[in-house]
């Protein structure tokens, strides 16, 4: 698959429904945080709309940026696996079996990073619209909280089956402080969000 862009979202389901690995966790990792920053984005869209007021043109633009981001990282997530399964393949007499496999896996742990981190990017881009969006849409923001934090500890989750198989201690010990350092951000800016969103609706 080229790009997300040439398929329809039935099409993708289709495939990640059949018996084939790809696209797996990863990718539908990636595009949750793409439906996330999409969200995002329409908010900004509405707020510019309603108010002229220039943040609405920075929010609109930086979640559009994340969301491109992130479709692309679906495809990343993709080719990622299917290098380390090709490495799997190799005979294992090979003498450079063993170091490209660990390549690879660090590889496919440094996508699912990646998506976590612009993941977090959205959450940030999200938290200073909550207290702008019109009431009609700041449900919104919070649903775009929840799916960027979602898709932060599922991608910590791919993290941590390719981490799990590295050899390289030190690399894996890093990914593992920089997974949890972005899911501990992430959770913290969601429940901040997801409290002002239910202020301002029960108001």
């Keep these: ?19 084939t690995p790809t696209p797996g966790g990863g990718s539908a990792t990636a595009l949750v945080g793409a439906l996330a920053a999409s969200l995002g984005a329409m908010v900004a869209a509405l707020g510019r709309a ?25 495809i990343d997530d ?38 976590a981190r612009v993941c977090l990017d959205v959450l940030r881009t999200l938290e200073p619209m909550t207290s702008q969006a019109s009431r009609h849409s700041v449900s919104d923001v919070g649903v775009a909280a929840h ?27 890093q990914l593992a402080e920089a997974a949890e350092r972005v899911q501990t951000e992430a959770a913290e800016a969601c429940q901040r969000i997801a409290d002002l969103v239910l202020s301002r609706i029960r108001k």
């Design 1 to 19: 698959m080229s790009s997300l862009r040439d398929t329809t979202l039935g099409a993708y389901l289709d495939d990640v429904s059949s018996s």
């Design 50 to 74: 309603a108010a002229s007021e220039s943040s609405f043109d920075a929010w609109a633009s930086s979640c559009q940026s994340h969301r491109d981001h992130l479709l692309q990282l679906c």
């Design 78 to 115: 993709e080719r990622a696996f299917q290098d380390v399964m090709a490495c799997l393949r190799r005979p294992k007499d090979d003498p450079t079996r063993t170091s490209r496999l660990q390549s690879c896996l660090k590889a496919a742990a440094d996508v699912p990073l990646a998506t």
């Design 147 to 173: 799916l960027s934090l979602a898709a932060i500890r599922a991608s910590v989750l791919t993290i941590e089956v390719n981490r799990a198989a590295m050899t390289d201690a030190d690399a894996a010990t």
